[in-house]
């Protein structure tokens, strides 16, 4: 999943960034508000990691603006003010979760983890597609009770397109999932991803559209 984090301190920024890369996001950093707003602009993003205090445009205007496009994007707020009036003016500008400073890395993944199912209309932790089982939070998953080692950029594939099964997704649009700023994104890497999931998951889970795109349909 593909994730915009924005905080201008650059040691909890790299420390956040290097953190929920090692989780399974991709992440693109930017450090004022300025930045943020063009990336939301122009990027696709599955989630928002959104500091309060930014430099030339503060996170709260960024995220009003982001609302008044009516623009569901899941953002997750950081703020060092440990007031309930602050926390109150976060949400009630369009926040769906927050975090004070300093906190801990695991529970910022694991409020990461809740907004993406809470996006995707789901409750339970883990995905269940007939004899498969993904658990993002262990990334780990199971065909017919039997534990399957994936690469990190197939279980990426994976969980994207459970996400949206019944959805075609894109080339494209799977490799502004799976790489983020400055990564090199080899011609045919998605081919092979997908190619390796079909060896190791059966054929017939992922369908492709000639032309269109890749698809897992509905269980």
């Keep these: 999943m593909r994730l915009l984090l924005a905080e201008d301190d650059a040691l909890l920024g790299e420390g956040i960034r ?3 890369a090692q989780a399974g996001f991709a992440v693109d ?3 004022d508000g300025e930045q943020a707003r063009h990336a939301l602009d122009t990027e696709a993003y599955a989630l928002m990691v959104l500091d309060l205090g930014l430099p030339r445009l ?6 009003r603006r982001l609302r008044a496009k009516n623009d569901p994007l899941p953002v997750l707020l950081l703020t060092a003010r440990d007031t309930v009036a602050d926390r109150v003016k976060g949400l009630d500008a369009g926040a769906d979760d927050y975090l004070v400073k300093p ?3 695991d529970e910022l993944t694991a409020r990461l983890r809740a ?3 809470r996006s995707g209309g789901r409750a339970a932790p883990a995905i269940v597609h007939g004899a498969l089982r993904v658990d993002p939070a262990a990334h ?3 065909l017919d009770g039997a534990p399957v080692d994936l690469a990190p950029k197939e279980f990426a594939i994976l969980l994207h397109l459970l996400e949206n099964a019944g959805r075609v997704q894109s080339r494209e649009q799977l490799e502004q999932s799976l790489y983020g700023w400055g990564e090199e994104v080899e011609s045919n890497a998605v081919e092979v991803h997908i190619h390796h999931l079909r060896k190791k998951l059966g054929a017939e889970l992922i369908r492709t559209l000639r032309g269109v795109g890749y698809l897992i349909d509905k269980p």
């Excluded at 503060?58 to 995220?63: A, I, P």
């Design 18 to 20: 290097a953190g929920l």
């Design 29 to 31: 950093w930017v450090k």
């Design 58 to 63: 503060s996170g709260e205007e960024v995220l």
């Design 103 to 105: 906190f801990d890395l």
């Design 115 to 117: 907004l993406l199912r």
């Design 140 to 142: 780990a998953v199971t």
